[in-house]
C-alpha cells in the first residue's frame, strides 16, 4: 500500500494510473458505492437552474477551456 508521502512523490502519469485502476474497480461494483445524498441534491438543483434558464448548458470542449484557464 502506497503511503501519502510516496503518493505525493510519485509522478502524474503514475497518479493517474492509480486513479483509473481506482475508478475501474468502483465501476465493477456500482452498488459498493454508497448513495451521495449530497452529491443527488447538487444534480437535481443544478437541472433545475437548467429548466428555468438561470444557466445554460456549455459545449463540452468550450467547458473544458474555460475550466484550463481557472487553473
Known amino acids: 500500500m ?3 508521502v510516496e503518493l505525493h ?3 502524474a502519469l503514475d497518479k493517474l494510473k ?3 485502476a481506482l475508478w475501474a474497480d468502483l465501476a465493477n461494483d456500482e452498488y459498493s458505492i ?3 445524498t449530497w452529491y443527488e441534491e447538487d444534480l437535481l438543483k443544478t437541472e433545475e ?3 428555468n434558464g438561470s444557466i445554460e448548458a456549455v459545449d463540452w470542449q ?3 477551456k474555460e475550466l484550463c484557464s481557472q487553473f
Do not use: C, F, T
Request: without cysteine; proline residues 11%.
Open 49 to 51: 437552474m437548467y429548466i
Open 18 to 20: 492509480i486513479i483509473e
Open 62 to 64: 468550450q467547458a473544458k
Open 9 to 11: 512523490s510519485l509522478p
Open 34 to 36: 454508497p448513495n451521495l
Open 2 to 4: 502506497v503511503n501519502m
